[in-house]
Structures are given as C-alpha cells and as structure tokens.
C-alpha cells in the first residue's frame, strides 16, 4: 500500500515536467502558511485528519525554491476516539519550478527532509497508570508535485505530497518500520520586503558622427562620397570630391561608321556629363563634333556638325541650358586622336569617330 502511492506521487510529478524558461529573479524571503488534509496510512489505525503548515523561504535561483516549514496534525484513533494522537514535525523543502514568462500558474516537483515527532496515547490495562503515553521522534522524507500561482501580493500554492515517517516504535503497528502518508494541501506564499524594481538601463553614448555628415576639406561633397579629400578652396569639384578637368572626357561617346545617332553606350557617358554640368551651374562647355580619316573632306565636316548637333540636343533635352553650351561645332577630320591611312578599312578609327565637351575658361 504504501510503495503504491509513493510511486504513483513519483510518477504524477514527472508527468507535470515541462521546459522552463527564466524570468525574473525575486530573492525577497517569504512566509508561507497552508492547510489539507492528511490521509493518514491505514497501518497507523488512525482516522484522516486536518493540518496545517507554516514556513519560510526564498527562491535561491529563477528555478528553485527552499523552504522551512512547521506542520501539526491531530487524527483520532480508529479504536478508541478518547485517546490522543498528535504529530508535529519541521521539513526543509526544495522544490523545482518550471516556470513559462506569462503564465499565470506554474508548476513544480517538490522533495524534502525532515524530523516528525509522535505523541501517541494508547490503553495500558491491567497497568493502573493508563492511558500509557509514548514519545518518540524519528526521520521523514517527502516527495510531490504541486502548482504555483500570482494573485496580486501573495502567490497561491496547491499541493499534493507523499510523506514517509520512519517511525518503528507505533505501539498500534509494531512491526511496520515507516508509515506513508499523503497530503493534499492549498497555501499562500507572501513576500517580505518592497518588491524589486528592474534597473534601469543607462541612458545611450551620443553616436559617433558619420562620414556621411562629415566635410573636412569644405568642397560640398561628405567624407564618404570623397575620393579626394584634400581639395583646395577655388576648384571646380566633381561629384566624387575630385577637381573636375579642364576636358570633361567624353572618349565614349562614340559613333559606328558614317552615322551620327547616338549609341546606348554613348547615352550612358553624356548621362554622366549632365550630372557634372548640374552639379556646376557656372561651367561652360564647347560641343565638339570629329570624323575618321575616311572620305572628302567636306562630307566629313557635315557628318561631324550632325553628330556634335546629336550631343548638343541630348544636353539641351535633359535641362542643360542652351547658353552654357558653345556649338555645336563640327571640325570634320581635321583633329585625329590617331592617325591612320586615309583608305579603307585603316582609315575606320572609331576613337576619332567621337563628339567632345571641351570646358571653356
């Protein structure tokens, strides 16, 4: 009987393990007090009796709690109800909670030790002092399962635990070494003291200054973007920090043989020049039209005006305004970058098949 429900108490709190999560530690000491009722074992010859419990604790970890606890119990004899039967006793108690953040109950397995005491009267007849009193205190150990919940201030626990008295000395069962009881129990924990406050987080350091709002050398372009940190004051700055040149370099503007449409790897480069000529509202530029060395010299100066009239119309659509822009100007094959022979196929250059921005001073 009473290895049957030490293992059925063993196998209900293993049935309540879950994973458990940490939340936050209060270490405040605490006073606990509960009642239940004690079952006591059948072997004892003793009726099931009320008890009640008082204590004291703290959590030693977000996990685990140690408590010292008080209990008293009276239960009548079975035999005789006149006669008196008491236990008292104190336990220390460790139990492992397995708490979830945000729920509002959690529960935990429960295991002890402790001293129990037994004042037990019993019938001593033909002794004429009777009723005859014995006195004697021995060890217990307790196992359980239980749950653990918030209820403003205090905390509410309830209980069921299996408690081993090794008591070999009953005068009602003097053979049995130990008597197995079980209690079943509800309580309160009160904490003591003002409840923990969470520290508060230092204010954050100020943030470094980025690059990007930066501007060491003062010409309008932030230390990220600027590939030439050491501009002096009085240069024409391009869009990466650097002095823009005297030429804005226009080599990729080029043209295929006899034509005066612009490629789309031509687009690309004057979509580059629009942007320094915005970003440089004060620059002037020439639009300067070549040929090859290919064909007569004046059909070479009419194909050189159409493609520098392709480049200036391209500025003056993309908001470049008219005024800023000397030209179009054609020079025919008068300004080869290299010279070739003047028959085919040498003479197809597409380096001198070109239009160029030439800044005017």
Known sequence: ?????????????????????????DDRWYVTGSAGMNIQDNDRGTRDTPFGAIGVGKFIDPNWS?????????????????????????????????????????PYLLMGLGYQRAEEEFDAF???????????GNLAAKVGFGAQGDAGRVKIRTELAYRADFDDQSVNAPNE?????????????????????????????????????LDDDGDGV???DDKCPNSQPGQTIGPDGCPVPVSIDLRGVNFDFDKSTLRPDAVAV??????????????????????????????????????????????TSNGIA???????????????????????????????RRTELNVQN
């Not at 009987?1 to 530690?25: C, D, P, Y």
């Not at 580059?272 to 064909?295: F, K, S």
């Not at 800023?324 to 001198?352: A, D, I, M």
């Open 126 to 136: 033909p002794n004429p002092v009777s009723p005859g009193e014995r006195e004697d």
């Open 270 to 315: 004057l979509g580059e020049a629009v942007q320094i000529l915005q970003r440089y509202p004060d620059l002037r530029v020439e639009v300067a039209g070549h040929t090859d060395l290919c064909g007569a010299d004046a059909y070479n100066q009419s194909l050189s005006e159409r493609r520098a009239n392709a480049v200036y119309d391209y500025l």
């Open 1 to 25: 009987m009473k290895t049957r429900l030490l293992g059925t108490a063993l196998l209900a709190g293993l049935a309540l393990t879950a994973t458990a999560n940490a939340q936050e530690f």
């Open 177 to 213: 070494d130990w008597f197995g009881d079980l209690l079943a129990s509800v309580g309160v924990v009160v904490p003591l003291g003002p409840e923990p406050v969470a520290p508060v987080a230092p204010a954050p350091a100020p943030a470094a200054p980025s690059c990007a709002d």
């Open 66 to 106: 140690l408590d010292a606890e008080l209990n008293y119990q009276n239960p009548n004899k079975d035999a005789n109800r006149d006669l008196n039967w008491s236990q008292y006793g104190i336990s220390l108690d460790l139990r492992r909670h397995f708490v979830v953040e945000g729920r509002g109950w959690n």
């Open 222 to 224: 932030n230390n990220c």
């Open 322 to 352: 008219a005024s800023r822009l000397v030209g179009p100007n054609g020079f025919g094959e008068s300004r080869p970058l290299e010279n070739t022979p003047q028959t085919l196929p040498q003479c197809k250059s597409e380096t001198n």
